[in-house]
């Protein structure tokens, strides 16, 4: 199903950010602004990541599925094993409780490891090193760079599926990759639950697009994770 949106990246001038942020403002204002009971049901309201890792292991089918997508930011691809590069930055950047100085509740308990690769987090799974979460976080971004991160992530993920309360941008993944909004919005009318292997999510503490904004600051993260392998690492 074809997404009927004010945002098309080929529309887009190249190297102009303010244009893709302003395209996407306007398509975000098309999207419905609250997540609705259905949403809750489809469990894509983000990862709870404060339990610790069980000995229970992905299935092999499932770590493919996840990397068939191609989901990933920056050389790092969600279910797939990190190249000798990634695990040499892995092993310089490992982060422990005595090293990490972020406040974003993500798992590294058993049977996984976190590192960081400048300002970008993974967390890999320690068997396979194969990675489960990709993140980043921001404590204090103005209004404008929450702006500039999503127009990053629309430049990778295009058009997102839904946002919410004008904080929270998300981008949802089935089977045959990325449901546009038109398809949320259809199986949402006729009450039907859409697979959901894997989402993208960008999260605010200020709004997005509220005016009267710019001089304020606040928390912003994206996380980039598959509920999939989260539920039988019981990580979510």
């Given at each position: 199903?074809k997404?009927?949106s004010?945002?098309n ?15 996407l ?9 609250t997540v ?8 894509i ?11 229970t292991?992905p ?19 969600l ?8 695990k ?25 490891y ?7 987090n ?5 068997k ?6 990709i993140?980043q976080?921001?404590e ?8 500039n991160?999503?127009?990053s992530?629309?430049?990778?993920f ?6 919410a309360?004008d904080?929270v941008?998300?981008?949802v993944?089935?089977?045959?990759g ?10 949402k009318?006729r ?7 894997a989402?993208v ?17 606040g ?6 994770s ?5 539920k ?5």
């Open positions: 199903m997404t009927n004010k945002f990246n080929s529309e887009l001038p190249r190297n102009c950010n303010e244009c893709l942020i302003r395209y403002l306007s398509f975000i204002l098309t999207l419905n602004l609705s009971a259905y949403a809750d049901k489809s469990n309201l983000g990862t709870n990541a404060t339990r610790t890792a069980s000995k292991y299935k092999a089918e499932s770590l493919k599925k996840v990397e068939s997508l191609k989901i990933g930011w920056l050389g790092y691809i279910g797939r094993e990190l190249n000798s590069s990634q040499d930055t892995a092993r310089k950047n490992k982060i422990t409780s005595s090293t990490s100085k972020d406040s974003t509740a993500t798992p590294s308990g058993a049977g996984t976190k590192f960081r690769d400048k300002d970008l993974i967390v890999a799974d320690s396979t090193d194969r990675v489960l979460i993140f976080n921001v204090r971004a103005s209004q404008q760079q929450v702006r991160m999503i127009g992530l629309v430049t990778v295009h058009d997102p599926t839904l946002s309360h904080k941008v998300y981008w993944y089935g089977d045959r990325k449901y546009s909004s038109a398809q949320f919005e259809d199986a009318t009450q039907e639950t859409l697979s959901i292997i989402t999510k960008l999260q605010s503490e200020i709004p997005i697009m509220e005016k009267d904004q710019e001089k304020t600051s928390r912003v993260y994206y996380i980039i598959s509920e999939l392998l989260l039988q690492l019981n990580l979510e």
